[in-house]
């Protein structure tokens, strides 16, 4: 099988934009879920609602990789997802090391979904030396300063950040001058890299933070709403008959005027 420093995938060659390759893994993810179930077709409809976008990027999208569907049948599941894996390399071995082995990188080095989306991961590395030589979801702790050794005979050029913020740019120095090219940062801190290395970031607490903005966002529309029902209910009220007069019980008259000489607009009864 080969690794992932034989071949890297040709999607930027090939002139796919950024935003078609960040949906693709939303695509397989449900594309390949219906083959599970097999299903053997998928119209762009029910493919994009499965995904969470519109059918009409869907099929834009499919037409950087050439496939176009067919006409009343739709598009074919299994070959999509031979189609999308290749197109993202995931028909290959990538070798993943992950350093920084706490709480998060436990959660990470146990996560099954890598070995069925073509990631091994092939090292994990932390600075205690205490960690050394534990297992962790089967694979034992190496300590970092075989980090550089570790790099160069799994031949591993993805790999990821769970340390403290203090220390990552240090770890991604080393990793990139390892010859890493591709690094999945979950420390809280931007990393600065060289060009050709590309990095994704994934932080918890932002995406909460946009979270907390939307709710925020839905809460004052909800008060606004009930706000602007309350003073049309008000209105209502006023301009209702009876509401816009005092009434003298016992006191009848169809001509009574009122003090500047007006037919009041609501006559006593």
Known sequence: MATG???RPATRSR???EATVARLPLYLRALTALSERSVPTVSSEELAAAAGVNSAKLRKDFSYLGSYGTRGVGYDVEYLVYQISRELGLTQDWPVVIVGIGNLGAALAGYGGFASRG???AALIDADPAMTGRPVAGIPVQHSDDLEKIISEDGVSIGVIATPA???QQVCDRLVAAGVTSILNFAPTVLSVPDGVDVRKVDLSIELQIL???EQRKAGEEAEAEAEAAAGAGVVAASAPGAGA??????KGTDRKGPDGDVPAVMPA
Do not use: Q
């Open 5 to 7: 420093r034989t071949h």
């Open 166 to 168: 203090g220390v990552a």
């Open 212 to 214: 907390a903005f939307h």
């Open 119 to 121: 990631f091994r991961v």
């Open 246 to 251: 005092a009434v003298t019980p016992g006191r």
């Open 15 to 17: 002139g796919i934009p």
